[in-house]
């Protein structure tokens, strides 16, 4: 599956089968429902998890949690938007 693919599933109301639950998170966050993505991400516990899980709580504004998930995977908040952020670990993720 390509990013394009991906995005013109977000119009199914059923999500595809992915061996990544991280690309499920993603996809119930492409479709709105924050709450079903970080139900998910919450329970991944690696750098990827904390990664999504600190994307989710940034998209929530709770900026003080998502820096701390944000360290938890190893990396720093983005200065760059959420779209582009969004998009950034959906090509990841498909790519790994």
Same mark, same amino acid.
Do not use: C
């Given at each position: 599956?390509? $990013?394009?693919?991906?995005?013109?599933? +977000?119009?199914?109301?059923?999500?595809?089968? $992915?061996?990544?639950? &991280? +690309? +499920?998170? &993603? *996809?119930? #966050?492409?479709?709105?429902? *924050?709450?079903?993505?970080?139900?998910?991400?919450?329970?991944?516990?690696?750098?990827?998890?904390?990664?999504?899980?600190? @994307? &989710?709580?940034?998209?929530?504004?709770?900026? *003080?949690?998502?820096?701390?998930? @944000?360290?938890?995977?190893?990396?720093?908040?983005?200065? @760059?938007?959420? #779209?582009?952020?969004?998009? #950034?670990?959906?090509? *990841? $993720? &498909?790519?790994?």
């Amino acid at each position: 599956m390509d $990013f394009s693919t991906f995005q013109t599933s +977000l119009q199914s109301t059923t999500p595809p089968s $992915f061996s990544n639950s &991280l +690309l +499920l998170a &993603l *996809w119930h #966050e492409g479709r709105g429902d *924050w709450d079903a993505s970080h139900n998910i991400a919450q329970d991944v516990h690696s750098k990827e998890g904390s990664w999504v899980h600190a @994307y &989710l709580h940034r998209k929530e504004g709770d900026i *003080w949690n998502a820096d701390y998930w @944000y360290n938890r995977a190893g990396r720093k908040r983005p200065s @760059y938007g959420l #779209e582009q952020e969004w998009r #950034e670990m959906v090509e *990841w $993720f &498909l790519a790994h």
